[in-house]
């Protein structure tokens, strides 16, 4: 039983399909919210088609029908897929209990391969790891999608624009943090550069306009406008919770927790030796098109209403050089996890934001420690500043091998 997890949009089905493509003993269900005797009806046709097998008489629950599958594969070897597995807390919630009592008689002699696919994580996490479900401790793998790799970007966009530069490339990660989906359309769209790419945000029946509310609302259910004010003033750079609730003018920690470990969105940074209960945190936002969306388009809704799609360009333009700066920092410190150099990779600030670096990777088994700057032009980066807001840190690492290094757009 494998559990694959990941947001909407980063590809989890089409690579379910293309990996089973020239499988002839898969079975792909989708879980749709449909009535429970509709849904059976569909999929004993599907199980029919593709494994080659004769059902008598009516199947009206899902019960029934994974009973039969789980029999049948005493006998023979298939994949069975179920997307959207956590459709089923709709349709019928006992399905779960049930399965686990069908996969406990039966997995031992069984041949099946069983994947459960799901985009709403919070839903997903509850089903797996929660352990008063009935499914809890049943995987045994798990998967979790992430975004393309900054090399795999490059990739991508050095086969479909040979001879971008590396603003264009900047721009790109920037907006669609290396979701599959919002690769595909923009690179179907040719829209490479930054003003393309804004062309095609910014404009009517864009699929990019509503696509924060489109994700997340059923993640939040009826408290989804508290989440998105939380979201906006992260995406804002309002990243400690009393800055968050000195504008709400509320307490917001449980709603951080939420976010943070029941939806996977948020990460809590603290600076590199900082101890685990301290108080210096900072919050962001782990996915690069949320972060976008909530800072340049759902901040400005009431300009999306009436359509001026224009006025929230010229904000970006505005706005761009120093956001995507810090997009920047994002690219570097996921270029050096690529590397697998490292034993920790983080970013460092003493009280009051004093002393701010940006990178700090450090290797203990080599005794090596790495301090970088990253802004958009080299010229601006100052090392002598670099080493001298390194003193502290250096502190807790004697003995160790110290490089410094300037990272800007030229080093993409």
Not at 68 to 83: G, K, N, P, V, W
Not at 336 to 347: H, L, P, R, V
Not at 384 to 401: C, M, V
Request: aromatic residues 14%.
């Amino acid at each position: 039983m494998t559990v694959l997890l990941g947001r909407r949009r980063i590809g989890k089905t089409s690579l379910l399909k293309k990996a089973n493509e020239s499988d002839n003993s898969t079975v792909y269900f989708f879980a749709a919210r449909k009535n429970e005797v509709l849904l059976c009806e569909e999929f004993v046709e599907l199980v029919k088609q593709k494994l080659g097998v004769r059902i008598f008489g009516s199947v009206h629950s899902f019960k029934d029908l994974f009973h039969y599958l789980m029999e049948l594969s005493l006998e023979r070897s298939f994949t069975l897929i179920i997307d959207e597995f956590q459709e089923f807390f709709s349709v019928n919630p006992s399905v779960y209990s049930d399965m686990q009592n069908i996969w406990d008689s039966f997995k031992d002699q069984s041949k099946i391969n069983l994947i459960l696919c799901g985009s709403i994580y919070s839903l997903m996490n509850r089903i797996f790891e929660n352990a008063k479900e009935p499914l809890f401790g049943r995987a045994t793998d798990r998967i979790v999608l992430k975004e393309f790799t900054p090399s795999t970007i490059k990739k991508i966009f050095a086969d479909n624009y040979p001879g971008y530069k590396n603003e264009d490339l900047l721009a790109f990660y920037t907006i669609t943090g290396g979701v599959a989906k919002y690769v595909e359309l923009l690179v179907s769209k040719n829209a490479f550069t930054l003003d393309a790419i804004l062309s095609e945000i910014y404009r009517e029946n864009s699929l990019f306009i509503n696509e924060g509310k489109n994700l997340l609302i059923e993640e939040f259910g009826r408290d989804y406008a508290t989440y998105f004010s939380i979201l906006s003033l992260i995406a804002s750079s309002k990243t400690s919770r009393p800055e968050i609730e000195s504008v709400l003018e509320t307490s917001v920690g449980g709603h951080l927790e939420r976010l943070e470990k029941d939806f996977g969105i948020i990460r809590k940074v603290q600076p590199i030796l900082a101890k685990s209960g301290g108080r210096n945190i900072k919050y962001t936002i782990e996915d690069n098109f949320l972060n976008f969306w909530f800072r340049f388009v759902y901040k400005y809704q009431s300009a999306v209403e009436i359509g001026n799609f224009d006025y929230i360009r010229n904000i970006v333009e505005r706005d761009y050089k120093m956001y995507s700066g810090r997009v920047l920092e994002k690219y570097f410190i996921e270029g050096f996890k690529e590397q697998k150099k490292y034993s920790t990779i983080g970013t460092y600030w003493e009280k009051r934001n004093q002393n701010e670096i940006d990178i700090v990777a450090i290797n203990d088994f080599e005794k090596t420690l790495l301090f970088a700057e990253v802004k958009r032009k080299k010229e601006k980066i100052s090392m002598q500043e670099l080493q001298e807001k390194s003193l502290n840190i250096r502190k807790a690492f004697k003995g160790y091998e110290v490089d410094y290094k300037a990272l800007s757009i030229e080093e993409m």
